[in-house]
C-alpha cells in the first residue's frame, strides 16, 4: 500500500498526468461528437442494417487510446529519462514491487479516464442522435451495459500496455513510435495484407480484437466481444512479462 | 506509517570484494576490495572514468557484479528488510523530475519507505530549503539539487550514507555545509563514503581515502597516512657559494639538482640532514626550506602510472 501511495504521489504531481488525463478524454468526447455528425442529417431508413448506435458514439477512442496508452508509459519513461528509477529502486530493492505499484496506480487511473471518456462520449452521442429522430441506445438496453464496461476495460488494458512499452522502451518517444503503430498504424493497414494474414490481421491483432469489447451488434469478421478482450487481455499480460523481464534484469 | 525511533543510527561496514564489471571488453571495475568503516569519513577518489560511480550502482543494485560482492553490514542492498533505514544514497543529483516540486519529490518516498511524512519537512529543514520546497526541481541551481539529494538520502535517518560527488556543483558556503554535515554524520557513528575526482575535496573532509585508478585500487588507507607515505621529501638549499655547496653535497652522497636561481633542491633527505652537511664544510647557507608535493600533484602522478601500466599491458 506504501508503494502504491509513493507511485500515485509520483503521478499526481506532474502535470503531464492531468494534462493527458484531461486530453483523453476531451479528444475522445470530441472526436466520438464529430464521428457522429455527419449521420443527423440521415433518415433512419438510411442507416444500415444492423447499425450499433453503441460503438458509433464511441469513434473518439481512436485517438483517445493512444493519449491513454502515453499515460502509461509516462509513468515509468521520465524516471529513466532523468535517473530518477535509481533512486527508486535504492528505496524499493524489489523491481518487481516497484513495477507491481506502478501497474496498479495505472490500471486505476487508466480505468478512471476510461469510464468518464465512454460514458461521456455515449451520453453526448446519444443524445445528439434522439434528437435527431434517430435510433439511440440507453444504458439499460441489453448489452449495451456491458459493452460500455467493455469499453472502459479496453482502455485500461491499452493504458496498461503502455506502461510495458514505456518499461521496455525507456524513452517517451519510442513509446509513443510503439503506440501509434501498434494502436493505429497495423489495425489500419493490417486487413490490407494478402490472404491468410490479412484474414489474421484483420481479426485477431490484439488492438482490433479488443475493439470488438464495446459492440452490442455483432460484426462481420470481428471476433465476440469477450473474446476480443481475452484476446487484448493476454496481448497486455504478454508485452508486461516482458517489460518486467527486462525492467528487473536490465542494468540502470 | 513509521515514526522513525530515536535509536541511535547503527553505522555498518560499505565492503567490496573482488569486486568487478566489465562492459563488453572493458573493465571498469577491476577486482576491487575496500571496507569503509563506520564513524569515520571514507573519500572515494578516482579521476572521471575510474570506475566510482559503477561500484556505486553495483552497491545499490542497479547494475550487477560480473564478479564479487559489494554488501552492507556483510548483506547486499536486495536483502535488507528496511533499505531507507540502513542506507541513504545520493547517486545524481539531477535525478529529479524537473516539474515535481522538492517537497512532492521527498513526499514520494517517504512514502516509498513507509515513513511519517512529517520527515519531509524535517529533511528540508535539514538541508536548508524550506524556503524552496514548493518550487519545482527543474527551476533548482546545481546546488539545490545537491541539498534536495541530501535530503532524499537522509529521509529514512540511514546509518550508512553513500554519495557520488556530493561537492559537485556547490558553491564555498555550500561545500563547507555539506563537509561539516558529512562530519557531523560520521561522529554520530554512521559510515559516511563519498567520491570525487579531486583531492583537494577530500583533503579537509575525510579520514580514510580509497583511491581507484582505471578500476583497480591503488590506495586504501588514512588521509594522514596517504600523505605521509605519498608525498616525497624535497629540501631546497642556496648558499652564495653553490660551487662548494654542490662539491659538499655530492660527496655526501645525496641526490640534487641545480635550479635556474642556483640553488638546488635536494631529494629523499630532510632540511637537518642538508643543514649539517653544509655546517660540516663550513658553507653559510642563504636557504633552507622542506617543499612537498601536493596533495593534488600525488593524486595525479599516482593515477597517471595506473593509466600508464594500464596501456602498456593492454
Do not use: C
Not at chain 1, 522502451?169 to 513509446?175: F, I, V, W
Not at chain 2, 563537509?179 to 557531523?184: A, G
Not at chain 2, 597516512?225 to 652564495?240: G, K, L, P, S
Amino acid at each position: 500500500m506504501n508503494l502504491i501511495r509513493s507511485e500515485w504521489t509520483k503521478l499526481r504531481t506532474v502535470r503531464s498526468t492531468w494534462i493527458a488525463a484531461l486530453s483523453a478524454v476531451a479528444a475522445g468526447v470530441a472526436l466520438s461528437v464529430l464521428g457522429a455528425t455527419d449521420l443527423l442529417s440521415a433518415s433512419p431508413s438510411d442507416l444500415p442494417a444492423g447499425w450499433d448506435p453503441t460503438s458509433a458514439s464511441l469513434k473518439g477512442f481512436l485517438f483517445a487510446q493512444l493519449i491513454i496508452g502515453m499515460l502509461g508509459a509516462l509513468s515509468v519513461t521520465p524516471e529513466f529519462g532523468t535517473g530518477m528509477v535509481g533512486t527508486s529502486m535504492v528505496f524499493v530493492p524489489s523491481r518487481s514491487r516497484l513495477l507491481a505499484a506502478k501497474a496498479a496506480v495505472v490500471a486505476a487511473i487508466g480505468l478512471a479516464v476510461g469510464l468518464v471518456t465512454t460514458l461521456l462520449s455515449f451520453t453526448v452521442v446519444q443524445l445528439m442522435l434522439k434528437s435527431a429522430g434517430l435510433p439511440a441506445a440507453g444504458v439499460a438496453d441489453p448489452g449495451v451495459a456491458g459493452a460500455l464496461v467493455g469499453a472502459a476495460l479496453y482502455l485500461t488494458l491499452v493504458a496498461l500496455i503502455g506502461l510495458a512499452v514505456g518499461a521496455l522502451a525507456r524513452s517517451a518517444t519510442t513509446s509513443l513510435a510503439v503506440l501509434v503503430g501498434a494502436l493505429l498504424l497495423v489495425p489500419a493497414l493490417g486487413p490490407s495484407l494478402p490472404g491468410v494474414l490479412g484474414d489474421l490481421f484483420g481479426r485477431l491483432w490484439p488492438i482490433t480484437a479488443g475493439q470488438s469489447a464495446y459492440t452490442v451488434v455483432p460484426v462481420d469478421g470481428m471476433v465476440a466481444p469477450v473474446t476480443g478482450l481475452i484476446v487484448l487481455t493476454l496481448a497486455a499480460v504478454g508485452v508486461s512479462v516482458a517489460g518486467h523481464a527486462v525492467f528487473r534484469l536490465r542494468d540502470v | 506509517m513509521k515514526k522513525l525511533e530515536s535509536r541511535p543510527p547503527e553505522g555498518v561496514e560499505v565492503k567490496a570484494r573482488g569486486l568487478t564489471k566489465r562492459y563488453g571488453a572493458k573493465l571498469a571495475v577491476d577486482d576491487l576490495s575496500f571496507t569503509a568503516r563506520p564513524g569515520v569519513v571514507t573519500g572515494f577518489l578516482g579521476p572521471n572514468g575510474a570506475g566510482k560511480s559503477t561500484t556505486m550502482r553495483m552497491l545499490f543494485g542497479l547494475s550487477r557484479p560480473t564478479a564479487g560482492t559489494i554488501t552492507i553490514g556483510g548483506r547486499r542492498l536486495t536483502d535488507l528488510e528496511d533499505p531507507a533505514r540502513s542506507v541513504g544514497a545520493l547517486l545524481d543529483a539531477r535525478a529529479v523530475h524537473p516539474h515535481r516540486t522538492a517537497a512532492d519529490h521527498l513526499l514520494a518516498f517517504t512514502q516509498a519507505a513507509g515513513l511519517d511524512r512529517s520527515r519531509v519537512g524535517e529533511v528540508l529543514d535539514l538541508v536548508g530549503l524550506t524556503s524552496a520546497a514548493g518550487r519545482r526541481a527543474g527551476e533548482f541551481s546545481l546546488g539545490m539539487q545537491q541539498r534536495l539529494g541530501i535530503a532524499t538520502a537522509l529521509l529514512g535517518d540511514p546509518g550508512v550514507l553513500v554519495l557520488d560527488e556530493p561537492l559537485n556543483g556547490l558553491d564555498p558556503e555550500g561545500i563547507r555545509w555539506m563537509r561539516t554535515l558529512m562530519r557531523d554524520l560520521a561522529r554520530q557513528g554512521r559510515t559516511i563514503l563519498f567520491s570525487s575526482h579531486l583531492m583537494s575535496e577530500l583533503e579537509l573532509t575525510a579520514d580514510d581515502v580509497i583511491v581507484v585508478g582505471q578500476g583497480r585500487l591503488i590506495a586504501e588507507t588514512t588521509l594522514a597516512r596517504f600523505v605521509e607515505d605519498n608525498t616525497t621529501q624535497a629540501v631546497t638549499v642556496r648558499a652564495a657559494a653553490p660551487d662548494a655547496l654542490a662539491r659538499a653535497l655530492s660527496e655526501a652522497g645525496v641526490i640534487f639538482a641545480m635550479q635556474p636561481d642556483s640553488s638546488f633542491l635536494v631529494t629523499g633527505t630532510d632540511t637537518s640532514t642538508v643543514g649539517k652537511i653544509a655546517a660540516a664544510e663550513g658553507i653559510a647557507l642563504d636557504e633552507l626550506v622542506r617543499v612537498r608535493e601536493s596533495l593534488e600533484d600525488v593524486f595525479l602522478r599516482l593515477t597517471h602510472d595506473v593509466t600508464e601500466y594500464g596501456s602498456h599491458t593492454s
